[in-house]
């Protein structure tokens, strides 16, 4: 089984920065690709960054690269994803998920997700 818990989200201005927060508790299962994703209303699940969490490697969707970084603190078995310089197209529900393979961009491939946390940017 795996859990994940997001947290970090809030209301904040164009040009803040948020740093998201993912708690991951494992058992019987190891995670390792870690992955964002956001949804905003009547749009669908949209890929943000990825991490393999063995190898370090990071993917990023053109939308975020060089504004977000997702980072892996293993001490705290918690994966991050630091958000700056944020628009207000950034606004969505932002999602932690888990696989037990490699990074991924693909929402299909990925089997635990988190409940979600929002962030709003407003202009």
């Known amino acids: 089984q795996v859990q994940l818990v997001e947290s970090g989200g809030g209301l904040v201005q164009a040009g803040d920065s948020l740093r998201l927060s993912c708690v991951v508790s494992?058992?019987?299962?190891?995670?390792?690709?870690m992955g964002w994703f956001r949804q905003a209303p009547g749009k669908e699940r949209e890929f943000v960054a990825a991490l393999t969490r063995n190898s370090g490697g990071t993917i990023y969707a053109d939308s975020v690269k060089g504004r977000f970084t997702i980072s892996d603190d293993s001490a705290k078995s918690t994966v991050y994803l630091q958000m700056n310089g944020l628009k207000p197209e950034d606004t969505a529900v932002y999602f932690c998920a888990a696989n037990q393979a490699s990074a991924t961009p693909y929402p299909d491939w990925y089997r635990f997700w988190g409940q979600g946390t929002q962030v709003t940017v407003s202009a």
């Open positions: 494992e058992h019987s299962f190891r995670t390792n690709a």
